[in-house]
């Protein structure tokens, strides 16, 4: 008999054979070893949709998922889009990465539009599962899914062979989500470059001020969830930001299939169809990622955007 302990307590006894221990192991391995899922086409590449910013790109979107696995034992799902052909194969390139992290108990389904959106316009999008669909709980997952995504890039994996820039990789979160997303950003300067913080802002011990690289904040002006004032203040916090405030949005405009339970937490209704909504506030968010991590060579702050008020 083994006594299984967590932190130092004993919790109870149970038989555990070392082929049991081998087993698990051994799952492990084929875990962290398992390629990329069957490709799926979403989306079919289409030359008239010509990826103006707040516009789906002109590239087919491909979907597939992948196993993230530690030797802690803890693993969990990412899925992921891509570039794609009219075959389901990747596009040829190297193309920069964003990792989209979930809103706080927002089923992470609900923002593959955001990674559909990106795939569309050359990105490839990862969308991992965090505990209980609470980031904060699993903010490690944000850098694991791209060590994960790296490492099967380098075993030759159909999807993402040749397919990552290893030098442009983002991160975006929409409200615990950008809280995760910044603290991620703080931390881990090496893996991650641009972010974007959607309706949220930085935690208070995490030291965002220690970076200069470019920061994107927006939120949506009948935002009832997230703090307009806290939010203004959380991006003068960073060397450089630029906040922006989405005319006639409100929190759940960023996601999908939005219950009226969630509906009733806003101060005020939408204004505005969540379609433009959504896309004024991509318009900007497509000019940021596109300048910092592709070199559009545009000076997006600079801008004028419909339905926006920049700061």
């Known amino acids: 008999y083994e006594m299984l302990r967590v932190t130092g307590v004993q919790t109870c006894a149970l038989p555990i054979s070392h082929s049991y221990l081998l087993g698990f192991m051994m799952l492990l391995l084929l875990l962290a070893c398992s390629p990329t899922s069957e490709p799926q086409l979403l989306l079919e590449p289409d030359v008239d949709r010509l990826g103006l ?13 992948f196993r993230a ?66 980031a904060i709980f699993g903010s490690n997952r944000t ?10 890039a ?10 990552i820039d290893p030098q442009a990789v983002g991160v975006m979160g929409h409200s615990l989500g950008g809280t ?12 991650f470059g641009p972010l974007v913080i959607v309706a949220s802002y930085p935690a208070g011990g995490d030291k965002v001020e220690d970076r200069g690289q470019p920061v994107l904040s927006i939120i949506g002006e009948l935002d009832g969830s997230a703090d307009l004032v806290k939010t203004e203040e959380g991006a003068e916090r960073f060397e450089q930001s630029t906040f ?3 005319q006639g949005m409100n929190h759940y405009d960023w996601v999908d299939d939005v219950t009226e ?14 379609e433009e909504t959504r896309q004024d506030g991509w318009r900007l968010i497509d000019a940021y990622l596109d300048a910092e991590m592709m070199g559009s060579g545009e000076d997006w702050a600079a801008q004028d955007y419909p339905g926006l008020l920049l700061e």
């Open 261 to 274: 339970k969630e509906l009733e937490k806003e101060a005020s209704p939408s204004e505005r169809p969540f």
């Open 143 to 152: 850098h694991e899914a791209v060590d994960r995504a790296h490492n099967l």
């Open 69 to 134: 696995a530690r030797a802690t034992g803890r693993s969990f799902d990412v899925d992921l889009h891509f570039p794609a052909t009219a075959d389901a194969e990747t596009l040829a390139g190297e193309h920069p990465m964003v990792v989209v992290i979930q809103g706080g108990a927002v089923e992470h389904e609900r923002y593959h539009w955001m990674g559909e959106h990106l795939a569309s316009r050359g990105y490839i999008a990862l969308t991992p599962k965090y505990p209980m669909d609470l």
């Open 53 to 65: 910013d707040g516009d789906f790109g002109p590239n087919g979107v491909g979907f597939s998922t």
């Open 180 to 191: 995760v997303a910044a603290k991620q950003w703080a931390r881990h300067e090496d893996t």
């Open 154 to 163: 380098d075993d030759g994996d159909p999807i993402l062979a040749g397919a």
């Open 244 to 246: 922006a405030v989405v």
